[in-house]
């Protein structure tokens, strides 16, 4: 009997528990906030500060302008839609940004704004479609205003909206999944970070789905971009002209295709390598470390064993080299985009390595071991140009780059190696370290430098004014056409910088994101008005020189009594000098001396003239020609200062002087036939120099560096020929040739013919649209 008691009385405790657990737990309705909103999709999250001051701050700023442009580029004109989204997205507490195809994105403004009541009135001469729908069991309200739909729904005081019905399903989806498997979920650790008070707000981001995010505005859907790590959560603020996003990222897996698991552990390192990167530079990715072997095993890690084995393979190297090469490296790698022209870029690896040679001695043996005959060598001023025909070492070296090249050209600058696949750029770079135009030189790189962090490593770097022909080219249709659109606001946009420093089990993030403040664009902020009264009206047009001494800017400038006026920036005329005749092409900067002080080589019809900064002739000038000049053209061969000077008078005949005006041998006075479309142009092709010659009337002409004509030339284009012309690199996709634009607007492109004891022939010629 006692024992029936017992069990009733256990029974009764059970079903009383049961009950209390159903109706707690299963019956009542869970509580419901932003988070449990929020889906798990979401690329990123800002939750909004209550700091209004600092939130009305960044609101003004280029970046942010870009993000409402976005957000209202199909609104057509409709004020009162406009003026209603605006007021819904400004009183967000938090805003959701997500992927909705694979090419576009849209957001959710979370907020407890009472939209149905007053909400979004259309225009009155509009007609507005409305639509209530249940959708798992919560009402989705949509109002249409012309081809727009904005859809919200609504749970408890907590109502999501967006131009996205497909999103305010999904928004319904999480509420409904109660928290779980949410959006913060997914953060882990980071959305638990500590982050400060007084600031505009938090930015929670899921690194994983921001590399698919990125990969909707590329053009070419096969580049592969790299994870970084699992999240980030930043705060934002704005500090004079720039956004600042300052926290912590997490490393999450120890995925062998992200970036920060491979620099887990490191120290940060300072970044010795600006004083190699050209002020020409569009981005710069720059890497640091402080155990180069540990990196090496890292990255190696990255390669499936297939693969490195078919890598090593190629390049004739040992396990034993490769592990050489890795203790060699110093403690960062840059890589830097240059622009070549024409809407042109190509990269330029800078490595900093150890004095003891290894990397130099493994370079020349794989490039020994893999060309055909010779192996190439050029020199360039004082350093001698090396290339591996076959591609494949930046892959096997530094997989995280996400390279490959077909050929590999690198060059020794003190402690650093340079490798580039096109040999134009890392001339480039070589000739611009060589005048000191580099970032450790330039007063505004190392100002924006200093308000970064200044130990790293990871770095991403951008000018937005350089990179918009690169952006432009490497975007998605869609996204070009919106890129072109906002033009405007894209030139606010200021060098801005992307860095992560490993600190503790997570890495610090910095982003540094400038922009021009106000209605005035980049480019009319950094110009400046010079004012000078001359004794009579110019006849030249502007040229723009370079101060040799402060790295500034100068302007020369011809009246019409053939006088010239070196003029500062301030409108001073720092010096005058007679002519004796009007200037004849274009003025050209020279380095007469070798001595990095720059001199103004300026040719008239009869003479030619070489003029210091202090507006003293350099000896024996000026030379008195002999002959009448109509164009000029400089010609360092091998960038030694060993300078010739191309003459074309108005009839096509060519000459060529040495560097004291004396005419050389073979270029007395070369008749190419007919006026010539400009000036002719020395180009240097698999380490042999040859001269350019394009007339008016459509023949081109090519000879070598002795005033040979090459078989194969002339040739006719058989039509007259627009602007100028330039030469097209080879490629994979494309011969070497020359590029000109024919009169009926057709490209018309000579290509040549490589054979492998580098003699130069013309193949075929070729028009397109």
């Not at 620099?263 to 402080?290: D, W, Y």
């Not at 190696?300 to 890795?326: C, F, I, P, V, W």
Request: some cysteine.
């Amino acid at each position: 009997m006692k024992n029936k008691a017992l069990l009733f009385t256990l029974l009764t405790v059970l079903l009383v528990a049961g009950a209390y657990y159903t109706y707690t737990y299963l019956l009542q309705p869970k509580s419901v906030g932003y988070w449990e909103m929020i889906p798990s999709s979401a690329v990123a999250v800002y939750q909004r500060s209550s700091c209004e001051e600092c939130v009305d701050s960044i609101r003004s700023s280029a970046w942010i302008e870009l993000w409402k442009r976005k957000l209202l580029q199909n609104t057509s004109g409709d004020t009162a839609f406009v003026a209603a989204l605006t007021r819904v997205a400004e009183n967000a507490e938090f805003i959701s940004l997500h992927r909705t195809t694979k090419n576009d994105f849209d957001f959710v403004f979370y907020t407890k704004l009472n939209i149905g009541s007053e909400g979004l009135k259309a225009d009155g001469n509009k007609r507005e479609k409305k639509q209530d729908r249940i959708f798992d069991g919560l009402i989705v309200h949509e109002r249409s205003f012309n081809k727009l739909t904005l859809a919200w729904t609504q749970k408890d005081k907590y109502v999501a909206c967006s131009l996205s019905a497909i999103l305010i399903e999904d928004v319904i989806r999480a509420i409904n999944k109660e928290g779980h498997n949410s959006f913060s979920e997914k953060l882990g650790e980071a959305a638990t970070l500590p982050s400060v008070k007084n600031d505009a707000g938090d930015i929670f981001i899921d690194l994983r789905e921001l590399k698919n995010w990125l990969s909707g505005f590329a053009a070419d859907a096969g580049v592969e971009m790299p994870t970084l790590g699992k999240a980030s959560l930043l705060d934002i603020k704005r500090s004079n002209n720039a956004l600042i996003l300052n926290g912590f990222s997490t490393v999450g897996s120890t995925d062998k295709q992200s970036l920060l698991p491979v620099f887990e552990g490191q120290a940060p390192v300072s970044f010795t390598l600006k004083r190699f990167i050209s002020n020409e530079a569009q981005f710069v990715i720059h890497l640091g470390f402080s155990d180069s072997k540990l990196l090496g095993e890292r990255l190696q890690e990255g390669h499936t064993e297939m693969n490195r084995t078919a890598l090593l393979k190629s390049l004739s190297l040992s396990d034993a080299e490769l592990s050489n090469l890795y203790e060699g490296l110093g403690q960062e790698f840059a890589l830097a985009s240059m622009e070549l022209g024409s809407g042109i870029s190509a990269p330029v690896l800078i490595v900093d390595v150890k004095g003891s040679g290894k990397w130099m001695e493994t370079l020349d043996k794989i490039a020994k071991s893999t060309s055909r005959d010779t192996v190439f060598v050029e020199q360039f001023s004082a350093y001698s140009i090396r290339k591996i025909p076959v591609g494949g070492l930046v892959e096997l070296i530094f997989p995280i780059l996400k390279r490959k090249y077909t050929g590999l050209y690198y060059v020794q600058v003190g402690n650093v190696i340079m490798m580039a696949e096109d040999l134009r750029a890392l001339k480039i770079v070589l000739q611009d370290f060589d005048l000191e135009d580099t970032w450790a030189k330039s007063m505004d790189k190392n100002r924006f430098l200093e308000s970064t962090l200044l130990e790293s490593n990871i770095s991403f770097y951008l000018d937005p004014a350089r990179s918009k022909k690169v952006v432009l080219d490497a975007l998605h249709p869609d996204w070009a056409s919106f890129y072109t659109s906002q033009q405007q606001v894209i030139s606010k946009l200021g060098v801005s910088a992307i860095q992560f420093s490993f600190l503790n089990k997570n890495f610090y993030t910095n982003m540094h994101l400038t922009f021009a403040s106000g209605s005035t664009s980049k480019k009319s902020a950094s110009s400046k008005e010079v004012s000078v009264s001359l004794p009579s009206g110019i006849s030249s047009k502007i040229f723009i020189v370079r101060n040799h001494n402060d790295k500034g800017n100068e302007i020369v400038v011809q009246d019409s009594l053939h006088q010239i006026y070196l003029i500062n920036t301030k409108g001073e005329i720092l010096w005058k000098r007679q002519l004796d005749g009007f200037i004849k092409g274009e003025i050209t900067q020279i380095d007469y001396f070798a001595n990095g002080k720059l001199q103004l080589l300026i040719s008239t019809e009869k003479s030619l003239h070489i003029i210091d900064r202090l507006g003293n002739y350099v000896k024996p000038y000026p030379v008195t020609l002999g002959f009448s000049n109509e164009l000029i053209r400089l010609v360092d061969y091998d960038h030694s200062k060993k300078y010739r000077f191309l003459l074309t008078d108005k009839q096509g005949v060519v000459r060529m002087t040495d560097k004291e005006g004396e005419l050389l041998e073979g270029w007395e006075g070369l008749k190419s036939g007919g006026e010539l479309l400009a000036a002719p142009r020395h180009y240097r092709i698999a380490a042999k120099d040859y001269l350019v010659v394009a007339q008016k009337s459509g023949k081109l002409q090519l000879f070598t560096r002795r005033g040979e004509l090459l078989k194969g030339f002339p040739t006719d284009l058989k039509t007259r020929p627009l602007g100028d012309f330039y030469y097209q690199e080879q490629s994979k996709d494309n011969a070497a040739g020359f590029v000109l634009i024919g009169a009926e607007g057709y490209r018309i492109k000579v290509d040549l013919l490589l054979k492998h004891n580098s003699n130069l022939f013309r193949k075929t010629l070729t028009k397109d649209m």
